[in-house]
């Protein structure tokens, strides 16, 4: 069993505040920035006006104490990131509130927790990686493409450990998120577990065949990169929709680019942005 670390505390209560409108409208609240670990405790009644100050300081501590795990508040590490996100150009307040409020080192083993929030890519078992936080930041500002309120329902392939994937769950009204590796479609069941997202649907399967049951979806990104975008992503995008997927951009083993592509009335459109470095999307089940 991993070792969790054990920083706070409540991301339980503060998530189901955030959770999506099961009817679809679209959200102008505020950003789904977590809020302070120790909201919740309500403070004790006050003490009867009778009681000399000297009894009141005999009193048990009113908070309980807050864990710092590995010497770190997570909340203040997060938020520090979400600072730097910021800093890079991400602008996408859902984004950043998003960002903010998933503990991605809740995603990783626990020996790399310490590196959690730096803007890395981490090993997550079976040859895989979490992706940087500035490229997941990046590719979901991308694929939202500019919309104040929530995406409609989005599918992503490549699950991973599922930390993108709940990130996209608030974000997005309902993620269907595909894993072709059962090691970690199953990790990444088990971590998100305690987030109790109704809305992130986890399938295992060949993500290169989508997934047609959930289409059309306003949105698809994937963590994978191939030589090219399967047509049945393309088919599964509703027309209005965005992709933003990496892609093989040279020869066998070359560079990868992040490609935007955008289904409209009159076809499809497709942008070349900035080189990447994915592992590679594969067919499959293993
Ligand atoms: N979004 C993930 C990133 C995981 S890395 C996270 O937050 O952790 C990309 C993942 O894509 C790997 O787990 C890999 O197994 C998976 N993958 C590669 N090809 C795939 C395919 N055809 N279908 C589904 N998943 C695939």
Not at 19 to 44: C, D, E, F, I, Y
Not at 106 to 132: C, M
Not at 174 to 186: A, D, K, M, Q, T
Request: charged content about 20%; some cysteine; hydrophobic content about 45%.
């Amino acid at each position: 069993m991993k070792q969790r670390p054990s920083f706070p505390a409540r991301l339980d209560a503060t998530l189901a505040k955030t959770r999506p409108n099961p009817h679809g409208a679209m959200a102008t609240g505020p950003a789904p920035v977590a809020k302070p670990a120790l909201k919740t405790v309500s403070s004790p009644a006050p003490a009867k006006a009778a009681l000399p100050p000297v009894a009141r300081a005999k009193a048990p501590s009113p908070l309980p104490q807050v864990p710092q795990g590995h010497g770190m508040d997570s909340q203040a590490v997060r938020q520090r990131m979400v600072q730097k996100l910021a800093g890079q150009g991400v602008t996408d307040r859902l984004v950043l509130g998003a960002m903010g409020a998933i503990e991605r080192h809740r995603f990783v083993d626990s020996a790399l927790v310490n590196q959690a929030y730096e803007d890395t890519s981490l090993p997550i078992g079976l040859g895989q990686t979490i992706s940087k936080p500035g490229v997941v930041s990046r590719m979901i500002e991308l694929l939202r493409n500019g919309a104040t309120g929530r995406l409609g329902r989005v599918l992503e392939i490549g699950t991973g450990c599922g930390y993108q994937a709940a990130v996209l769950s608030l974000v997005a009204d309902e993620v269907y998120s595909i894993e072709r590796l059962r090691g970690l479609h199953e990790k990444a069941r088990e971590n998100l577990r305690h987030l109790r997202l109704a809305n992130v649907h986890l399938l295992f399967g060949d993500g290169m065949a989508g997934y047609a049951k959930g289409a059309p979806y306003a949105a698809i990104i994937a963590a994978a990169g191939g030589e090219a975008v399967p047509q049945a992503w393309v088919d599964q995008l509703a027309v209005g929709g965005r992709l933003v997927a990496p892609v093989v951009t040279s020869g066998p083993g070359g560079g990868q680019a992040l490609l935007v592509l955008d289904k409209t009335p009159q076809g499809v459109r497709q942008t070349l942005l900035e080189a990447v470095h994915f592992v590679p999307l594969k067919s499959g089940v293993a």
